[in-house]
């Protein structure tokens, strides 16, 4: 079974900081993905990678940036967190042109 | 970004009955997917549709994907308590990769 695991359930972080949310995939799977939930918007792609140091922008990449430093490791970073990004953060992961597996999310609160 | 129409927003209904959910988009996919999220948890694959017509079930649920590529239905027979969360489908478009989009998903609440 695949796994994809998000470093934190529940995080809470102050305006302003820097924040990383890290997740690694145990499948050795090319593609890696980063979505934010809202309630009534559904997922919004962030950032997607489809190899090691490779990034494209999704429909909502202001305010964010990534880093891919390793096959199996997809890092969001908030470079400085605002209060419109407290959020339900899932990372997803698969191979080449299959269904993306996901991780259970990180569920962010910027105060 | 591609907009998918997912409907209804959501359902409440009794335990026992049927459910039906669609999804439609202007664009033609070649690839459709239906996940549930439970609460407090990621999206977990349900059935994945890959030919226009295509008939798919994955036990008491069946998906079809549309003969014009541009929707897809998804039908939970004899509902039952852990049914209740949220699906959301899923396309891909030709030639975009591995790109998929989602709908804005369907609330499901089952009354036993």
């Known amino acids: 079974d695949v796994k994809v695991t998000q470093s934190s359930r529940y995080l809470v972080k102050r305006t302003g900081e820097k924040v990383f949310l890290e997740c690694v995939q145990d499948m050795d799977h090319e593609n890696m993905f980063w979505y934010r939930q809202d309630p009534g918007l559904g997922l919004r792609l962030i950032y997607f990678s489809y190899d090691v140091k490779m990034k494209e922008k999704g429909d909502i990449p202001e305010g964010y940036s990534v880093s891919r430093e390793k096959k199996e490791r997809f890092s969001l970073i908030l470079e400085s967190a605002s209060t419109n990004q407290t959020s339900m953060y899932l990372c997803?992961?698969?191979?080449?042109?299959?269904?993306?597996?996901f991780g259970d999310g990180t569920r962010l609160s910027i105060l | 970004g591609q907009q998918l129409n997912q409907s209804p927003q959501s359902m409440f209904i009794q335990e026992g009955e049927d459910v039906s959910m669609n999804c439609t988009s202007s664009?033609?996919?070649?690839?459709w997917l239906w996940y549930k999220q439970d609460p407090g948890e990621g999206p977990v694959l349900l059935i994945a549709?890959?030919?226009?017509?295509e008939l798919t079930s994955n036990g008491r649920l069946t998906a079809q994907f549309g003969i014009t590529r541009k929707d897809s239905f998804l039908n939970i027979s004899a509902s039952i308590p852990s049914d209740v969360g949220i699906y959301f489908c899923a396309g891909q478009l030709p030639n975009t990769g591995n790109q998929f989009y989602f709908g804005t998903g369907t609330s499901l609440t089952v009354i036993p």
């Open positions: 549709l890959y030919k226009a017509g």
């Open positions: 664009s033609i996919f070649n690839t």
């Open positions: 997803a992961s698969s191979l080449a042109d299959q269904p993306q597996h």
